[in-house]
């Protein structure tokens, strides 16, 4: 019980450590940081509906293609 309680007093006061750091350090202000992150984040989410899209496209012929009477040879 005790090797845990001193892993968690270590894990907080390392994530306080780490939060202090990370604002002492960011290299832009709490706006244009917030800014970049929804920039980042309506970017990568308008390229992950392309990607579905495109995948579902494939697999749509792919369905199609299966379903397709086939001729005998």
């Known amino acids: 019980m ?3 309680l001193s892993f968690l007093v270590g894990a907080f006061l390392g ?3 780490g ?3 990370a604002m002492l350090l960011a290299p832009l ?3 244009d ?3 970049q992150l929804r920039e980042r984040t309506l970017r990568v989410q ?3 509906k392309a990607a579905a ?3 579902r ?3 749509e012929q792919q369905l199609s293609a299966l379903r397709a009477p086939r001729k005998l040879e």
């Open 57 to 59: 496209i494939e697999l």
């Open 15 to 17: 994530g306080l450590v």
């Open 19 to 21: 939060a202090s750091a």
């Open 53 to 55: 899209m495109n995948r």
């Open 29 to 31: 202000s709490g706006n």
């Open 2 to 4: 005790r090797k845990f």
């Open 33 to 35: 940081l917030r800014g």
């Open 46 to 48: 308008e390229e992950v």
